[in-house]
């Protein structure tokens, strides 16, 4: 009954969980959202940082350090934030997911809370940055307890193992294990770890989609989301298909079960939004932050290119060579999301050009396995790089946050895990993610022209007749719109 983008693309080239939240909700890009990975080294501060730390909020939930965080160092508004100005603050945002980054970031500036999960109690947790206590109704869920509920169960699998027709078979090597466990293999347990907290482990199952549905259910009613005729806001990002798929890969049986539930939970939220706001008074849109690579020895099973990179090749090659050429000195900063930071006050104190320390860089780096391209993003406009890959390239320039030399790696390739798979490229397996939008306003039908998802924030404004985000590079997709 709704609307599907089936051509639908992120516009940036660093794939990550906090870069696409802030994308979708902005409608911008990193480039001037400032949100350029999970996390990046800022030449401001000299160190890496993590994309929501915030250490002037302290934790409200519990008494530990998980909630120092906020959305300061996301520069644009997002949708909540309009929605708040729109209405003089008389909307109600709320935030909610199992990642701090996957609720912060969405919510925005203005929201009234957002609220994630701390694995070391199993509390949902927010910051000073929004409250200064948790309300009743978040009280109230934290202490009904349902992760201790949840541990004592196994994860088996919905159906016979025999009807995953999409998926491998249940034992394979390359798949990652849940801790504790000795086999990648249902049923999973829950299997107490030294050293890691209790609750962890219930991210990388089905039970993390039902807490997360859960705890949203219990935002719905305790805030009274969609009682008046002001439009409220309910960011629910849902983190559980990203720790099973880092884990287990696209075509393991978790993942197919993971998704077989994640679409029975999203069915129970559907019906209860249609019980307790009313059918047809509620408008909803799905997409995702990021998608994902094949595990490479399963592609592999296929004859199609792919391996794994081992992470530091690249940062300790470079380092070696600049240090052949120039004498001792910290010449690399950092190596991060296939970025290298180079000292550049070093480079203009000794007088060395950065063309020319590119030069070195790239006759090092292309010589390595996996490597197709070596790019100096002080200048994209002279790299022979195909138009889609050169507008992903310049959407994801920070000046202060972002590298100097951009590495490509070949399809199929990634660095760093040699079990289970990640994201964070520009091919198409990393960037073609949902767009569905359903509900209000919103017509039935489908389109394969290409869309981005610097559209989705537009399109959600235009149907509620509010100004779009003051970041935003997208543009409404009318057809979706009655």
Request: proline share 5%.
């Amino acid at each position: 009954e709704g609307y599907n983008c089936r051509n639908n693309h992120y516009h940036y080239a660093a794939t990550y969980t906090g870069p696409g939240h802030a994308a979708i909700y902005t409608g911008s890009a990193p480039a001037l959202n400032g949100i350029v990975g999970n996390e990046f080294y800022d030449r401001k501060l000299g160190r890496i940082v993590y994309c929501a730390e915030d250490t002037t909020v302290q934790t409200v939930g519990n008494t530990g350090s998980a909630g120092q965080m906020s959305p300061r160092n996301m520069l644009v508004t997002t949708i909540g934030d309009q929605l708040k100005l729109a209405t003089d603050n008389r909307a109600k945002v709320i935030a909610i997911a199992l990642k701090d980054r996957g609720s912060i970031l969405p919510g925005g500036h203005a929201a009234d809370a957002a609220y994630w999960f701390d694995s070391k109690d199993g509390n949902w947790i927010t910051s000073t940055f929004y409250r200064k206590d948790l309300p009743a109704w978040a009280q109230a869920y934290n202490n009904r307890r349902q992760p201790d509920q949840f541990i004592r169960q196994k994860w088996v699998p919905i159906l016979p193992l025999d009807q995953y027709v999409e998926s491998t078979s249940d034992d394979q090597p390359y798949e990652a294990m849940l801790p504790g466990e000795t086999k990648s293999v249902f049923p999973h347990e829950f299997v107490a770890v030294a050293g890691q907290s209790r609750y962890e482990a219930l991210r990388a199952t089905p039970f993390g989609d039902q807490l997360t549905k859960e705890f949203a259910l219990a935002a719905l009613e305790g805030e009274q989301l969609g009682k008046d005729d002001i439009t409220d806001l309910l960011a629910v990002s849902f983190s559980t298909p990203d720790y099973v798929g880092h884990a287990f890969g696209t075509h393991a049986i978790e993942t197919q079960d993971e998704y077989l539930r994640l679409d029975l939970q999203l069915q129970d939220f559907f019906n209860q939004l249609d019980a307790k706001v009313g059918k047809g008074e509620w408008l909803a849109f799905l997409s995702a932050d990021h998608g994902v690579a094949d595990i490479p020895a399963f592609s592999r099973s296929y004859r199609i290119p792919a391996d794994v990179k081992p992470y530091g090749e690249v940062g300790e090659s470079v380092k070696v060579a600049l240090a052949k050429a120039y004498g001792p000195g910290q010449w690399m900063l950092s190596y991060f999301n296939q970025q290298i930071y180079l000292n550049t006050m070093l480079l203009a104190e000794k007088k060395i050009p950065v063309q020319e320390v590119y030069a070195l860089v790239k006759a090092t780096v292309l010589a390595q396995r996996g490597v197709v391209n070596v790019i100096n993003m002080h200048d994209l406009a002279n790299s022979l790089l195909l138009d889609n890959q050169m507008a992903m390239l310049r959407n994801v320039y920070f000046p202060t946050r972002s590298g100097d030399i951009y590495v490509m790696l070949q399809a199929g390739w990634f660095e760093g895990r040699n079990r289970g798979t990640t994201h964070g490229s520009t091919y198409a397996y990393d960037t073609h993610v949902p767009f569905l939008i359903y509900g209000w306003g919103v017509k039935q039908g489908q389109t394969f022209h290409r869309t981005q998802i610097a559209d989705i924030a537009p399109t959600v404004c235009a149907l509620l007749g509010i100004l779009e985000p003051n970041g935003c590079i997208g543009n409404p997709v009318e057809d979706a719109l009655k």
